[in-house]
Nanobody, 122 residues
Framework: QVHLVESGGGSAQAGDSLRLSCEVS????????MGWFRQAPGKERELVAT????????YYADSVKGRFTISRDNAKSTQYLQMNNLKPEDTAVYYC???????????????WGRGTQVTVSS
C-alpha cells in the first residue's frame, strides 16, 4: 500500500513563504510522476504543479507560476512545494499525489495524501 504524508502547512501572512513536503512510502512503480493539488473552501480541487520522474519537466497553474516551485528528491521519495510571495487566495488544503497519468496540462494521480492546510492572511 502506498502512503503519502504531507507536512509544512500552517498559517502565514501575505508575502511570506512556506515549504510543503510530501514523503511517499510503500511500493511504487519506477518513473512515477508527482504533483500538488489544492482545494479552497467551496471550490473544486485544482491542479497546482506537477513534476516528472527525472525532475526535468514541470507544470504550474497560471495562478502560482513564478511564485511556487515544485521539486523532488528521488533518493528520499519526497517531493516539495516551495511557495513564495503567498497571497490570501492561496488559502486551501494542499494535497500531494503520485503515480497515475501525467500529461502536459493535466494529471490524474493514483495515490493521494490526506492534505495539509495552508492559511494566508492579508
Amino acid at each position: 500500500q502506498v502512503h503519502l504524508v504531507e507536512s509544512g502547512g500552517g498559517s502565514a501572512q501575505a508575502g511570506d513563504s512556506l515549504r510543503l513536503s510530501c514523503e511517499v512510502s510503500g511500493p511504487t512503480w519506477p518513473n512515477y510522476p508527482m504533483g500538488w493539488f489544492r482545494q479552497a473552501p467551496g471550490k473544486e480541487r485544482e491542479l497546482v504543479a506537477t513534476i516528472n520522474w527525472s525532475g526535468d519537466s514541470t507544470y504550474y497553474a497560471d495562478s502560482v507560476k513564478g511564485r511556487f516551485t515544485i521539486s523532488r528528491d528521488n533518493a528520499k521519495s519526497t517531493q516539495y512545494l516551495q511557495m513564495n510571495n503567498l497571497k490570501p487566495e492561496d488559502t486551501a488544503v494542499y494535497y500531494c499525489a503520485t503515480d497515475g497519468e501525467l500529461g502536459a496540462y493535466y494529471y490524474y494521480p493514483t495515490y493521494w495524501g490526506r492534505g495539509t492546510q495552508v492559511t494566508v492572511s492579508s
